[in-house]
C-alpha cells in the first residue's frame, strides 16, 4: 500500500475486512453483513463505498445492475500501514513498545505466544 493510498477509516476497514474475507460484493451484501454487527443504514454503507472507489481503496463492476465492489487494496499491505502508522504516531518507532503494550493489554493465546517466540528466534537469526 504506497504511502499515497489513504489510511482506510475505521468504517472501511470494517468493509475492506468482508471484501478480503468473502470476495467481491454489492453493496447490499455488505450492509447485511454489518447490519449483523451494528445498525448501519444502506444508504451510509453505500456512500461510504463510493468514497472508497474515488479513494481507489475498492473497485467497482458497473456492468450489472446492482454494482459489484472489490477490494484494490492488499489486507497485508493496509495492516503494514496500519501498523508502521501507529508505531510512529504512538511508540516513537519502538517495535518492543508496541509489543509489550499489545501483550499487556490483551493475553496471548499458547499458540500466538509460540509464533511469537519463533518469529523472534528467526529475526534474531537474521540479525547475526
Do not use: C
Request: glycine share 4%; hydrophobic share 40%.
Amino acid at each position: 500500500m504506497p504511502r499515497s493510498t489513504p489510511i482506510p477509516s475505521n468504517a472501511e476497514l470494517e468493509i475492506l475486512r468482508i471484501l478480503w474475507k468473502e470476495g467481491p460484493q454489492t453493496v447490499r451484501v455488505i450492509h447485511d453483513a454489518l447490519r449483523m454487527e451494528r445498525d448501519i443504514g444502506y444508504t451510509t454503507v453505500l456512500k461510504t463505498m463510493q468514497l472508497m472507489a474515488e479513494k481507489k481503496l475498492v473497485t467497482r463492476d458497473e456492468s450489472e445492475r446492482s454494482h459489484v465492489y472489490a477490494a484494490n487494496v492488499e489486507e497485508k499491505s493496509v495492516k503494514r500501514r496500519l501498523v508502521s502508522d501507529l508505531l510512529d504516531r504512538a511508540f516513537d518507532g519502538s517495535a518492543a513498545q508496541l509489543v509489550m503494550q499489545a501483550l499487556s493489554d490483551k493475553p496471548a493465546s499458547a499458540e500466538d505466544l509460540r509464533k511469537i517466540r519463533q518469529m523472534l528466534k528467526d529475526n534474531s537469526r537474521g540479525a547475526r
